[in-house]
Protein backbone atom coordinates (compact mmCIF):
# COMPACT_ATOMS: atom_id res chain seq x y z
CA UNK A 1 0.00 0.00 0.00
CA UNK A 2 2.76 2.23 1.02
CA UNK A 3 4.91 1.74 -2.16
CA UNK A 4 2.00 2.35 -4.49
CA UNK A 5 1.30 5.36 -2.40
CA UNK A 6 5.01 6.58 -2.52
CA UNK A 7 5.54 5.70 -6.68
CA UNK A 8 2.08 7.23 -7.74
CA UNK A 9 2.55 10.12 -4.94
CA UNK A 10 -0.86 9.48 -3.76
CA UNK A 11 -0.16 9.24 -0.32
CA UNK A 12 -2.60 6.36 0.62
CA UNK A 13 -1.95 4.88 3.82
CA UNK A 14 -3.45 2.16 5.54
CA UNK A 15 -3.12 3.30 8.98
CA UNK A 16 -4.35 6.41 10.69
CA UNK A 17 -1.33 8.02 11.41
CA UNK A 18 -0.06 7.42 8.09
CA UNK A 19 4.16 6.96 8.09
CA UNK A 20 4.57 8.00 11.15
CA UNK A 21 2.82 4.95 12.47
CA UNK A 22 6.62 3.50 11.74
CA UNK A 23 8.61 5.32 14.00
CA UNK A 24 11.50 4.55 11.28
CA UNK A 25 13.98 6.32 9.76
CA UNK A 26 15.30 3.86 7.49
CA UNK A 27 11.37 3.39 6.08
CA UNK A 28 11.02 7.05 5.67
CA UNK A 29 14.78 7.64 3.98
CA UNK A 30 13.39 4.86 1.09
CA UNK A 31 9.48 6.47 0.62
CA UNK A 32 12.07 10.55 0.60
CA UNK A 33 14.03 9.19 -2.05
CA UNK A 34 11.60 7.67 -4.26
CA UNK A 35 8.66 10.48 -3.67
CA UNK A 36 11.90 12.78 -4.97
CA UNK A 37 12.60 10.48 -8.18
CA UNK A 38 8.37 9.85 -9.11
CA UNK A 39 8.08 13.70 -8.71
CA UNK A 40 10.54 14.26 -11.37
CA UNK A 41 9.72 13.87 -14.91
CA UNK A 42 10.03 10.66 -16.64
CA UNK A 43 10.86 11.44 -19.94
CA UNK A 44 14.54 11.89 -18.01
CA UNK A 45 14.79 8.45 -16.53
CA UNK A 46 13.61 7.05 -20.18
CA UNK A 47 16.33 9.26 -22.14
CA UNK A 48 18.86 8.56 -19.55
CA UNK A 49 18.77 4.88 -19.63
CA UNK A 50 17.75 4.78 -23.47
CA UNK A 51 21.31 6.74 -24.71
CA UNK A 52 23.40 6.08 -21.50
CA UNK A 53 23.68 9.46 -21.14
CA UNK A 54 22.86 11.33 -17.60
CA UNK A 55 19.96 14.17 -18.49
CA UNK A 56 19.42 14.61 -14.58
CA UNK A 57 22.44 17.45 -14.44
CA UNK A 58 21.67 19.45 -16.96
CA UNK A 59 18.27 19.65 -16.57
CA UNK A 60 17.06 23.10 -15.66
CA UNK A 61 13.58 21.69 -14.18
CA UNK A 62 15.52 19.17 -12.16
CA UNK A 63 17.87 21.12 -10.64
CA UNK A 64 15.36 24.10 -9.89
CA UNK A 65 13.11 21.25 -8.22
CA UNK A 66 15.85 19.65 -6.02
CA UNK A 67 16.94 23.17 -5.39
CA UNK A 68 13.62 24.30 -3.74
CA UNK A 69 13.50 20.91 -1.75
CA UNK A 70 17.13 21.46 -0.29
CA UNK A 71 16.86 25.25 0.30
CA UNK A 72 13.38 24.95 2.16
CA UNK A 73 14.20 21.63 3.98
CA UNK A 74 17.13 23.82 5.14
CA UNK A 75 14.70 26.69 6.49
CA UNK A 76 12.06 24.41 7.70
CA UNK A 77 14.85 22.53 9.59
CA UNK A 78 16.58 25.68 11.02
CA UNK A 79 13.18 27.57 11.73
CA UNK A 80 11.84 24.18 13.86
CA UNK A 81 14.89 23.53 15.64
CA UNK A 82 15.27 27.35 16.71
CA UNK A 83 11.63 27.70 17.88
CA UNK A 84 12.11 24.29 20.37
CA UNK A 85 10.31 22.13 17.82
CA UNK A 86 12.54 19.40 17.76
CA UNK A 87 16.34 18.34 18.92
CA UNK A 88 18.52 19.28 15.30
CA UNK A 89 18.42 15.87 14.09
CA UNK A 90 14.90 15.18 13.92
CA UNK A 91 14.68 18.98 12.61
CA UNK A 92 16.13 17.47 9.74
CA UNK A 93 14.14 14.19 9.68
CA UNK A 94 11.14 15.95 9.65
CA UNK A 95 11.78 18.67 7.37
CA UNK A 96 13.52 16.96 4.52
CA UNK A 97 10.08 14.33 4.43
CA UNK A 98 7.34 16.74 4.58
CA UNK A 99 9.06 19.35 1.58
CA UNK A 100 9.42 16.43 -0.28
CA UNK A 101 5.92 14.76 0.16
CA UNK A 102 4.11 18.49 -0.39
CA UNK A 103 6.01 19.47 -2.94
CA UNK A 104 5.96 15.96 -4.93
CA UNK A 105 1.37 16.10 -3.51
CA UNK A 106 2.42 13.01 -2.12
CA UNK A 107 0.81 13.84 1.28
CA UNK A 108 2.03 11.62 3.86
CA UNK A 109 3.35 13.17 7.25
CA UNK A 110 5.40 12.15 9.59
CA UNK A 111 4.47 14.71 12.29
CA UNK A 112 1.64 17.00 12.66
CA UNK A 113 3.08 19.88 10.62
CA UNK A 114 -0.40 21.66 11.77
CA UNK A 115 1.56 22.14 14.59
CA UNK A 116 4.70 23.89 13.43
CA UNK A 117 5.57 27.76 13.65
CA UNK A 118 3.90 30.21 10.97
CA UNK A 119 7.30 30.18 8.82
CA UNK A 120 7.26 26.42 7.67
CA UNK A 121 3.63 26.42 7.19
CA UNK A 122 3.74 29.30 5.01
CA UNK A 123 6.27 27.47 2.98
CA UNK A 124 4.82 24.33 3.23
CA UNK A 125 1.51 26.01 1.73
CA UNK A 126 3.66 27.65 -1.32
CA UNK A 127 5.05 24.24 -2.09
CA UNK A 128 1.44 23.11 -2.23
CA UNK A 129 1.11 25.63 -5.35
CA UNK A 130 4.74 24.43 -6.80
CA UNK A 131 4.41 21.42 -7.38
CA UNK A 132 7.00 18.85 -8.84
CA UNK A 133 7.93 18.80 -12.51
CA UNK A 134 6.15 18.45 -15.47
CA UNK A 135 5.80 14.37 -16.61
CA UNK A 136 5.65 13.21 -13.01
CA UNK A 137 2.39 12.12 -11.41
CA UNK A 138 2.26 14.85 -9.06
CA UNK A 139 -0.21 17.74 -8.78
CA UNK A 140 0.55 21.29 -8.66
CA UNK A 141 1.74 23.99 -11.26
CA UNK A 142 4.52 22.39 -12.12
CA UNK A 143 8.46 23.74 -11.46
CA UNK A 144 8.42 24.28 -15.34
CA UNK A 145 5.48 26.28 -15.45
CA UNK A 146 6.89 28.55 -12.63
CA UNK A 147 10.26 28.80 -13.79
CA UNK A 148 9.00 30.59 -17.30
CA UNK A 149 6.71 32.87 -15.32
CA UNK A 150 9.56 34.08 -13.48
CA UNK A 151 11.84 34.41 -17.06
CA UNK A 152 8.95 36.23 -18.65
CA UNK A 153 8.66 38.87 -15.30
CA UNK A 154 12.35 39.32 -15.74
CA UNK A 155 12.57 39.55 -19.41
CA UNK A 156 9.35 42.21 -19.29
CA UNK A 157 11.66 43.88 -16.76
CA UNK A 158 14.59 44.07 -18.86
CA UNK A 159 12.44 45.41 -21.78
CA UNK A 160 11.07 48.45 -19.68
CA UNK A 161 14.22 49.15 -18.96
CA UNK A 162 15.58 49.29 -22.59
CA UNK A 163 12.57 49.62 -24.66
CA UNK A 164 14.94 48.51 -27.82
CA UNK A 165 16.20 45.68 -26.53
CA UNK A 166 14.74 42.25 -27.55
CA UNK A 167 14.44 39.70 -24.63
CA UNK A 168 13.83 36.19 -25.78
CA UNK A 169 13.35 33.50 -22.93
CA UNK A 170 15.37 30.91 -22.92
CA UNK A 171 14.47 27.05 -21.29
CA UNK A 172 16.88 23.88 -21.12
CA UNK A 173 18.94 25.35 -24.13
CA UNK A 174 15.95 26.47 -26.53
CA UNK A 175 14.47 29.17 -27.08
CA UNK A 176 10.82 29.73 -25.85
CA UNK A 177 8.73 30.61 -28.69
CA UNK A 178 5.73 33.66 -27.36
CA UNK A 179 2.77 30.97 -28.15
CA UNK A 180 3.88 29.12 -25.06
CA UNK A 181 4.54 31.62 -22.84
CA UNK A 182 1.05 32.88 -23.36
CA UNK A 183 0.04 30.00 -23.01
CA UNK A 184 1.57 29.41 -19.47
CA UNK A 185 0.82 32.68 -18.09
CA UNK A 186 -2.95 31.80 -19.68
CA UNK A 187 -3.12 28.74 -17.99
CA UNK A 188 -1.67 30.04 -14.22
CA UNK A 189 -4.35 32.83 -15.01
CA UNK A 190 -7.50 30.35 -15.35
CA UNK A 191 -6.01 28.33 -12.42
CA UNK A 192 -6.39 30.83 -10.10
CA UNK A 193 -9.57 31.92 -11.13
CA UNK A 194 -10.52 28.10 -10.77
CA UNK A 195 -9.12 28.34 -7.35
CA UNK A 196 -10.67 31.68 -6.33
CA UNK A 197 -14.47 30.38 -7.47
CA UNK A 198 -14.13 27.23 -5.60
CA UNK A 199 -12.70 29.04 -2.45
CA UNK A 200 -15.69 31.01 -2.17
CA UNK A 201 -17.86 28.58 -2.35
CA UNK A 202 -16.06 26.64 -0.35
CA UNK A 203 -16.85 30.04 2.60
CA UNK A 204 -20.21 29.05 3.00
CA UNK A 205 -19.00 26.32 5.54
CA UNK A 206 -19.17 27.88 8.71
CA UNK A 207 -14.89 26.93 8.97
CA UNK A 208 -12.25 29.24 9.62
CA UNK A 209 -10.06 30.75 6.90
CA UNK A 210 -7.23 28.66 7.33
CA UNK A 211 -9.03 25.98 7.20
CA UNK A 212 -11.07 26.57 4.30
CA UNK A 213 -8.11 27.99 2.01
CA UNK A 214 -5.98 24.96 2.97
CA UNK A 215 -8.59 22.88 1.87
CA UNK A 216 -8.76 23.96 -1.71
CA UNK A 217 -4.92 24.23 -2.28
CA UNK A 218 -5.05 20.81 -0.46
CA UNK A 219 -7.43 19.36 -3.12
CA UNK A 220 -7.08 21.33 -6.04
CA UNK A 221 -3.08 20.62 -6.02
CA UNK A 222 -3.87 16.97 -4.97
CA UNK A 223 -2.15 16.82 -1.77
CA UNK A 224 -4.15 15.45 0.52
CA UNK A 225 -3.31 17.02 4.14
CA UNK A 226 -3.97 20.90 4.94
CA UNK A 227 -4.09 22.79 7.76
CA UNK A 228 -6.24 23.45 10.58
CA UNK A 229 -9.49 21.76 10.32
CA UNK A 230 -7.84 19.56 8.15
CA UNK A 231 -4.32 19.40 9.02
CA UNK A 232 -2.44 15.56 8.87
CA UNK A 233 -4.03 14.49 12.27
CA UNK A 234 -7.89 15.61 11.17
CA UNK A 235 -10.04 14.86 8.07
CA UNK A 236 -12.61 16.51 5.59
CA UNK A 237 -15.49 14.61 7.10
CA UNK A 238 -17.04 17.81 8.76
CA UNK A 239 -17.71 19.13 5.34
CA UNK A 240 -21.05 18.84 3.99
CA UNK A 241 -22.30 16.88 1.12
CA UNK A 242 -22.32 19.96 -1.07
CA UNK A 243 -18.71 21.15 -0.32
CA UNK A 244 -17.32 17.55 -0.58
CA UNK A 245 -18.72 17.41 -4.15
CA UNK A 246 -17.13 20.66 -4.56
CA UNK A 247 -13.63 19.49 -3.36
CA UNK A 248 -13.75 15.77 -5.18
CA UNK A 249 -14.91 18.63 -8.09
CA UNK A 250 -11.31 20.42 -7.21
CA UNK A 251 -9.09 17.08 -7.51
CA UNK A 252 -10.28 16.10 -10.92
CA UNK A 253 -9.54 19.74 -12.11
CA UNK A 254 -5.98 20.06 -10.26
CA UNK A 255 -5.09 16.53 -11.41
CA UNK A 256 -6.40 17.09 -15.15
CA UNK A 257 -4.97 20.44 -15.53
CA UNK A 258 -8.44 21.92 -15.85
CA UNK A 259 -8.50 22.47 -19.54
CA UNK A 260 -9.85 18.51 -20.13
CA UNK A 261 -12.32 19.38 -17.66
CA UNK A 262 -13.49 22.62 -18.84
CA UNK A 263 -13.70 21.59 -22.66
CA UNK A 264 -16.69 19.14 -21.33
CA UNK A 265 -18.56 22.15 -20.72
CA UNK A 266 -17.71 23.54 -23.66
CA UNK A 267 -21.23 23.85 -26.14
CA UNK A 268 -19.05 23.63 -29.25
CA UNK A 269 -17.47 20.86 -28.11
CA UNK A 270 -21.17 18.99 -27.67
CA UNK A 271 -22.34 20.50 -30.99
CA UNK A 272 -19.93 19.16 -32.98
CA UNK A 273 -20.08 15.86 -30.91
CA UNK A 274 -24.13 16.15 -32.17
CA UNK A 275 -23.44 16.64 -35.76
CA UNK A 276 -20.78 13.56 -36.07
Not at 1 to 25: C, L
Not at 147 to 170: G, Q, Y
Not at 241 to 259: C, N, P, T
Request: charged share 15%; proline share 2%.
Amino acid sequence: VHTFGTVGTGGFSSYNDGIAHFGSVYIEVVIIVFMILCGTNFNLFFLSFKQKYNYFIHDSEFKMYTGIILIFSILIALNLYFSGVFESGDSIRHAVFNVSSVITTTGYATADFNMWPTLSKVILFILMFIGACAGSTAGGLKVSRIVLIFKNIKANLKHMLHSRSVESIRFEGSKIEKDTIVGTLGYFAIYFLCFTVIFLLLCFEPFDLETNLSAVAACFNNVGPGFAGVGPTSSYAEYSVFSKFLLSFAMLLGRLEIYPILLLFTPKIWATSKRK
